[in-house]
């Protein structure tokens, strides 16, 4: 079917086009960790509030309308919803350079987030539409690079700008570029045209509670959502950790962490993606366990890193867990493809982000805030680093839920 719909040079130039806003994506929320220490002294926030305009603020409405947004992609047209959602995001990332105190920045954050919500899930189902089986959890693996590098992205340019002008600046220059490539995504990407049992369209209503039935579902939301909430927390505060414990300046912060998420990032999502593709097939119990040992591994090594006393042997401790803290992006976003028939993959998508970001988003970065703020007093300049480590139990939560999915997702495969 996809191979008569579209050729495949046209299948990769939808593919680097949805990577591109992908990037943009991760660029925009990636940008505010580096540029931290400079928001806090100019806006006078505290751990905790930064944390919260880091986390809460886009986790409240990116997760609710996830949903909703995904439902009318499925409805309508997936581009369409896409195109709009990057230049939503876009615009309210350049408000963010206009902010004036914790309120202001707090609500453009909201902003951000509605955005957001738009552009993830309706991109998968893009991808699971152009991409046949036997090459889908490659090519999420693919799209997940919008990841690594918009997170290497936003941490360089946010230390260049920053350094070179001032904080507000990046935020009107990465905000402006969004807006920009919106109108040339909508030109290149076409939706691929859907069989008549597609426009039943599935009501919401029948959605959600076909997911519910599946305890695949949960396990593997829930797991994705414990590690997201240190993933997404470490992204806001390492860059925050190397200043005040390891002493450097915004450039080098800005080199080290950029260094890492792109080489250890792009590293591991290719893995995960080559390694579904050639187990998955032949026992689908692997796209739950290839997660669930890498994040086995990603606990003890980022702990060791982050305690390193050496700043060459913590780069070369921290390379592996930001290769295996993201693995499970192509195995597990492939999964959820799995669970439900192909017209309601953008809303199941979606359902399954809701639960993952909700708790990764909305507390990750609010918890080590929180906890950083706490052990102030006696930790002094190690607090944040302390409250870092202290998170890093929840990836081994996430590991032992992601083996309890194996033999759920088995028996919920669908297709």
């Not at 925050?240 to 912060?253: A, M």
């Not at 060791?304 to 993201?326: E, Y």
């Not at 970065?365 to 870092?388: I, K, V």
């Amino acid at each position: 079917m996809t191979e008569r719909i579209a050729s495949p040079a046209y299948r990769r130039l939808v593919l680097a086009m949805l990577l591109l806003v992908y990037t943009f994506n991760f660029l925009d929320r990636q940008i505010l960790g580096i540029l931290a220490p400079a928001i806090k002294a100019d806006l006078h926030l505290s751990d905790a509030e930064f944390g919260a305009v880091g986390g809460l603020a886009f986790a409240m409405l990116y997760s609710v309308l996830g949903v909703p947004l995904a439902y009318l992609a499925d409805r309508t047209s997936r581009s369409w919803v896409i195109t709009g959602s990057l230049t939503v995001w876009s615009a309210f990332t350049a408000l963010c350079g206009t902010a004036m105190g914790v309120g202001q920045l707090f609500l453009y954050r909201l902003g951000v987030g509605v955005g957001e919500a738009g552009g993830v899930a309706p991109s998968y189902a893009l991808i699971a539409d152009y991409f046949p089986p036997r090459s889908r959890a490659r090519a999420l693996a693919i799209y997940s690079l919008g990841i690594p590098i918009g997170l290497a992205g936003g941490t360089l340019l946010g230390a260049y700008i920053a350094s070179a002008v001032e904080w507000r600046t990046a935020f009107y220059a990465v905000g402006l570029a969004g807006i920009v490539i919106a109108p040339i995504f909508r030109l290149v990407v076409r939706d691929v045209p859907r069989r008549a049992e597609a426009a039943e369209r599935a009501p919401l209503a029948t959605v959600f509670p076909m997911l519910a039935r599946k305890p695949a579902f949960w396990l593997m939301a829930i797991a994705a959502g414990c590690s997201s909430l240190t993933g997404y927390g470490l992204a806001l505060w390492t860059p925050s950790v190397l200043i005040r414990s390891f002493h450097l300046d915004l450039i080098h912060t800005g080199q080290f962490m950029g260094s890492l998420l792109l080489i250890g990032g792009t590293i591991g999502v290719f893995a995960g993606g080559w390694l579904a593709d050639r187990l998955g097939p032949a026992d689908h119990g692997w796209y739950a366990k290839l997660p669930a040992i890498a994040w086995l591994i990603t606990a003890p090594t980022f702990a060791a890193g982050l305690l390193s006393p050496s700043l060459t042997l913590g780069w070369l401790l921290l390379l592996v867990p930001n290769a295996l803290n993201i693995l499970w992006l192509g195995p597990v976003t492939t999964a959820v493809q799995h669970l439900v028939p192909p017209h309601m993959r953008a809303t199941a998508s979606a359902s399954f982000l809701l639960i993952n970001n909700l708790i990764g988003l909305g507390i990750g970065p609010w918890l080590m805030g929180r906890l950083s703020d706490a052990m102030t007093a006696t930790y002094a300049e190690n607090a944040l680093r302390n409250a870092a480590i202290l998170c890093l139990g929840f990836y081994l939560i996430a590991a032992v839920l992601m083996l309890f999915a194996v033999k759920p997702l088995r028996r919920g495969w669908h297709g």
